[in-house]
């Protein structure tokens, strides 16, 4: 799919299904929930907020996301969205691994590791 494709797509949730996902997923009232503009895109959110899909909630991860999770995002430039769900395995596994083997997960630990 070429980026004109993706700029295309519709969001298809409803104010509802906000609420419902607040519920399911136990998130919390600081956590701004909010259907994007037609003019927003999930490659490219607004100053300040973060994109999700629903399939990353559906697959465990939840809100606020873990300060390395954060951490990771934050030093690789890139937004939850952006990420795989491969990719998501792999910063958790990444995060797993490091808590068994009694090393303190970071960041940049896992973006040297896995550069």
Not at 13 to 42: C, F, G
Not at 52 to 68: K, Q, S, T
Request: hydrophobic share 40%.
């Amino acid at each position: 799919m070429v980026r004109a494709d993706l700029q295309r797509c519709g969001n298809e949730l409803s104010e509802r299904d906000l609420v419902d996902l607040r519920s399911r997923y136990d998130i919390l009232p600081s956590e701004v929930l909010r259907r994007p503009k037609p003019t927003n895109h999930a490659n490219t959110p607004p100053p300040g907020l973060r994109t999700f899909f629903v399939v990353a909630l559906d697959n465990g991860i939840r809100l606020p996301v873990h300060p390395y999770i954060g951490e990771v995002l934050s030093m690789a430039g890139i937004g939850p969205a952006q990420l795989t769900p491969n990719m998501w395995i792999s910063i958790i596994g990444f995060y797993s691994a490091c808590l068994l083997a009694g090393v303190t997960p970071s960041g940049e630990f896992f973006l040297t590791f896995f550069s």
